[in-house]
């Protein structure tokens, strides 16, 4: 099956259980001799910013607002991500199984 | 490596450094779930930036680009393995002109811009 | 020395190109309605260019990138066509003011009315792209340019009283006239800090091969050149208070922006006001349309030069050919520049924050810049231009509607 990257992008994830995790921001890659193999998935606000290169910018922010909210990324490797119907992408796991990106 | 920050909407050129476009997409290859899946092409022109923004700009892209030029609608479809190297800019294995992706660039120097005095020299001649 | 010279060249060419039918009618306008109040609007949208120059000039020679390059890479594609619409729209109706603006400048030499002049005129700007490199077009639209130094020399000879004149380097607020003092104050903002005045500053900073070597040249350009060019607006504006605001003269008609030329030059001033708008305008029309073809062929990826033959970067000539030649149509049919002008300007500053917004994340942007990011004063000044461009922005269509 073959999938349209740019357009998963942005696109919600809910978890087994049908919680919202929020959405795909970033995918983490490795190199391969003929491919790029998909290691992991970002998930959520801060990986938009990761992948802004914006930390410089709001860190500074969220310090001084002293807000933990923003540092919500979640880090799903691909096994556990069901890309069945691509419009809806689904975890394998559950929410409290997932790993935050510190 | 991180796909969207690094690879997407980057600036791609052939191995004589022309201008190629940009990575407007990227094909990611789905097995099973047991399978690690693994982008395999990427994707230039076409309709492919305008599905980024609404289907039916890129129904209209598609239309438009079909009735003029050299009337293609499909994107540039290009094997992740002639990627030489991925920095600043994606660095193709290939000859642009070769891939399709340089078509509507000919197209216009050909059949509008070398025909205004002072265009350029013709394409035959160079 | 090589450096010197490039300096020098670039302060020339930042002079010699800051004027242009915006700047001068909003300025004219603003000295002729309100004496010199409005030196402030001139002072805080030139200190805002110097910043935004800098920062453009500094990405480039970094990052090897031009703005609109980052912009599109780090943005994606959809935000980076929201932004394109948005400032190829208004820059569009920028150059239809500035190409009415050498129409206007041939209609006061000749007598004959400026729709003629429209094809010709459109014609002779994209021939001199067609043909010229980009240093010829820029340095010497640039060196022709320096005879707006005439306006300067103008206000001078009427005899400003300086203490007054720096008075209005102040904000106040006018007694009456309010939303009229707003409106010229957002159209001045909205003619001094042009976006695509960064996006032409960075592409011709990577057609000239800039990098991390020239980061002092480029900040001594952005200073120095902008102040001077500010310099010249405030003229403008000191000439008009002087030679209109006494005798209640309005400008809301191009010739009448000539009367504090007449007055410090009776026999020459009307020709020299023409020949310098002419000379500016042609300019700034040449930097329009590089910056919208600069845009697209950036943004999607093709071959741009301006020091290439047009068929080696066909895409990104066409689109200047009919970005040219599609400026004429409005001005043909009479549409009246000095209008679109205001309107353009006001729109301007309305659009700021969709090409600020982005430079902020840029500007900061580890990738990119390296250890040339920005500091927390440029941040600051960054900071608040968003400010200032939010808020011009909710308020210049209303105060176009009111005052305008």
Known sequence: MEINVELLLGTNVRDVDGDDIGRIEELRVERDEKALLVDAYLIGASALIERLSAWTLVRPVTRFLNSRKLYSVYRVPWQDMDLTDPLHPRLRISKRDLRHVP | ?126 | ?404
């Open chain 2, 1 to 126: 490596m991180d796909l969207v920050r690094d690879v997407l909407d980057r600036k791609i050129v052939d191995r004589e450094n022309c201008d190629m476009g940009r990575v407007d997409g990227l094909v990611m290859h789905l097995g099973a779930h047991t399978t690690q899946p693994r982008i395999t092409h990427i994707r230039i022109g076409g309709t492919t930036p305008w599905m980024r923004l609404h289907p039916a700009l890129a129904r209209l892209a598609g239309r438009l680009a079909r009735m003029w030029g050299p009337r293609r609608a499909e994107p540039v479809t290009i094997p992740w393995s002639r990627v030489v190297t991925a920095g600043r800019d994606i660095r193709l294995d290939v000859k642009a002109r070769d891939t399709g992706a340089i078509d509507w660039e000919i197209w216009i120097a050909r059949h509008i811009v070398e025909r205004i005095p002072g265009g350029g020299q013709k394409e035959a001649e160079q």
């Open chain 3, 1 to 404: 020395m090589k450096k010197i010279l490039q300096i020098t060249l670039g302060i020339v060419t930042s002079v010699g190109g800051f004027l242009e039918i915006g700047s001068v009618l909003t300025a004219a306008q603003a000295g002729a309605a309100f004496g010199y109040q409005l030196l402030w609007a001139i002072l805080i949208g030139t200190l805002c260019l110097i910043f935004l120059v800098e920062m453009s000039g500094r990405l480039a020679a970094v990052s090897k990138h031009t703005i609109v390059d980052a912009m599109r890479e780090r943005f994606g594609f959809p935000f980076f066509f929201i932004v394109l619409v948005g400032m190829v729209l208004v820059a569009f109706l920028v150059l239809i003011a500035e190409i009415g603006g050498i129409g206007l400048s041939l209609q006061l030499l000749t007598g004959i009315g400026f729709p003629w002049w429209a094809i010709p005129v459109s014609l002779l700007v994209w021939f001199l792209m067609w043909k010229g490199t980009f240093g010829f077009i820029e340095n010497g639209a640039s060196l022709l340019g320096l005879i707006t130094i005439s306006f300067v020399v103008g206000a001078i000879k009427l005899h400003p009283d300086w203490s007054s004149a720096a008075t209005g380097l102040l904000p106040t607020m006018p007694h009456d006239q309010k939303a009229r003092y707003g409106f010229i104050a957002v159209s001045i903002l909205g003619a001094s800090i042009s976006p695509y005045l960064m996006y032409f500053y960075s592409s011709g900073a990577i057609e000239d091969e800039w990098d991390e070597s020239y980061i002092g040249v480029n900040r001594a350009i952005a200073v120095l050149g902008m102040s001077f060019g500010g310099l010249l607006s405030m003229a403008v504006l000191i000439a008009a208070a002087l030679a209109l605001h006494p005798h209640g003269i309005q400008v809301d008609k191009f010739e009448q922006a000539a009367l504090p030329m007449t007055s410090a030059f009776p026999k020459w001033g009307l020709g020299l006001f023409a020949v310098s708008m002419l000379v500016a305008c042609f300019g700034a029309a040449v930097e329009i349309s590089l910056a919208i073809a600069y845009f697209f062929a950036q943004g999607f990826g093709w071959n741009w030069s301006q020091n290439l033959e047009p068929s080696k970067n066909a895409r990104f000539s066409l689109v200047y050919t009919i970005i040219i030649l599609s400026s004429a149509v409005p001005l043909v049919f009479g549409v009246d520049p000095v209008k679109v002008t205001m309107i353009s300007m006001a729109l301007t500053a309305a659009t700021l924050p969709i090409a600020i917004v982005p430079f902020l994340f840029l500007m900061n942007d580890p990738i990119y810049m390296g250890k040339h990011r920005n500091g927390w004063v440029s941040n600051s000044v960054v900071a608040i231009i968003i400010l200032i461009s939010f808020l011009l922005a909710v308020i210049s269509i209303p105060l176009e509607i009111i005052g305008g």
